[in-house]
Nanobody, 115 residues
Framework: QVQLVESGGGLVQAGGSLRLSCAASRNIFSRSTMGWYRQAPGKQRELVAR???????NYSVSVKGRFTISRDNTKNTVYLQMNSLKPEDTAVYYC?????????WGQGTQVTVSS
């Protein structure tokens, strides 16, 4: 019954910015490493960024320097700030929560970057 609620996707011009948000239940969020994944048409789903409960981050080389992941532990929300967007960033972006023995996924939000 628990779910991750995503928002912030949309259509932007190349060079623009978007901020994705993912809200989770307090119990799940407090125990989980949070992450963002994406899947473009015809391609395998890939990790974009992740952040541990203590704030340790990891980024895909393709987005490092342009994207920033963060989490607000008082609001049980993880964010992905995306700057300098490129057409190749176009994909469905999924929020992910990794607990010790269970994984949760958001419904996905479409990000489209036009040329």
């Amino acid at each position: 019954q628990v779910q991750l609620v995503e928002s912030g996707g949309g259509l932007v011009q190349a060079g623009g910015s978007l901020r994705l948000s993912c809200a989770a239940s307090r119990n799940i969020f407090s125990r989980s490493t949070m992450g963002w994944y994406r899947q473009a048409p015809g391609k395998q789903r890939e990790l974009v960024a992740r952040i541990t409960r203590g704030g340790i981050t990891n980024y895909s080389v393709s987005v490092k320097g342009r994207f920033t992941i963060s989490r607000d532990n008082t609001k049980n929300t993880v964010y992905l700030q995306m700057n300098s967007l490129k057409p190749e960033d176009t994909a469905v972006y999924y929020c992910n929560a990794e607990e010790y023995y269970e994984t949760f996924w958001g419904q996905g939000t479409q990000v489209t970057v036009s040329s």
